[in-house]
Nanobody, 115 residues
Framework: QVQLVESGGGLVQAGGSLRLSCAASGNIFSINDMGWFRQAPGKQRELVAV???????NYADPVQGRFTISKHNAENKVYLQMNSLKPEDTAVYYC?????????WGQGTQVTVSS
């Protein structure tokens, strides 16, 4: 089992920045990759960014160049630095972790970007 706890969401004006944090605990050695997803009202959950154990990263097109995912292995934490935020970035952001057999989710943190 892997437990994920997010923090760092909030309300920010368009053009501003936020940093989300995700702390992983439990069977962390089974994790292959970690990432961030988001779900806006009335929409499906979508991938935002993912970081593989080797350090390679992938980003969704809408956030490319504005968001940066990083990982602090010693602290078992993953971060999402979000810059140049837009109202369309408003969503609940979920931390995720994938093992060989399971996909784990955090409880979500709300990010609201006002215009």
């Amino acid at each position: 089992q892997v437990q994920l706890v997010e923090s760092g969401g909030g309300l920010v004006q368009a053009g501003g920045s936020l940093r989300l944090s995700c702390a992983a605990s439990g069977n962390i050695f089974s994790i292959n990759d970690m990432g961030w997803f988001r779900q806006a009202p009335g929409k499906q959950r979508e991938l935002v960014a993912v970081i593989i154990n080797g350090g390679s990263t992938n980003y969704a097109d809408p956030v490319q160049g504005r968001f940066t995912i990083s990982k602090h292995n010693a602290e078992n934490k993953v971060y999402l630095q979000m810059n140049s935020l837009k109202p369309e970035d408003t969503a609940v952001y979920y931390c995720s972790a994938e093992t060989l057999y399971e996909h784990y989710w955090g409880q979500g943190t709300q990010v609201t970007v006002s215009s």
